[in-house]
């Protein structure tokens, strides 16, 4: 009996989430608070996506919204370093 083929994972693209990363260093750069920035930032990032891409993009952004402030804070450098610093 013939092994049955496993189609491999698709991949996404990660442009939205390089556009997401580029368009929040903009606006930290030009002193905008993360709450005003993220709204635009996610509409940017997912602009010309469409449907079930676009959505999972914005359910993925959402879900790790915490995440992007505290680098657009530069709040987790800390983290880093003090575990780094760890015996």
Do not use: N
Not at 36 to 52: I, P, S, Y
Not at 67 to 86: C, K, P
Request: glycine share 10%; hydrophobic share 40%; charged share 25%.
């Amino acid at each position: 009996m013939a092994a049955a083929y496993v189609h491999p994972p698709v991949v996404p693209d990660p442009a939205p989430a390089a556009r997401l990363r580029d368009y929040l260093a903009r606006a930290r750069d030009r002193g905008q608070h993360f709450d005003d920035a993220w709204q635009f930032a996610v509409c940017f990032a997912t602009r010309g996506l469409e449907g079930k891409e676009r959505t999972s993009w914005a359910d993925a952004f959402a879900a790790t919204r915490g995440g992007w402030s505290d680098g657009y804070e530069r709040q987790g450098l800390g983290d880093i370093a003090t575990l780094m610093e760890a015996p």
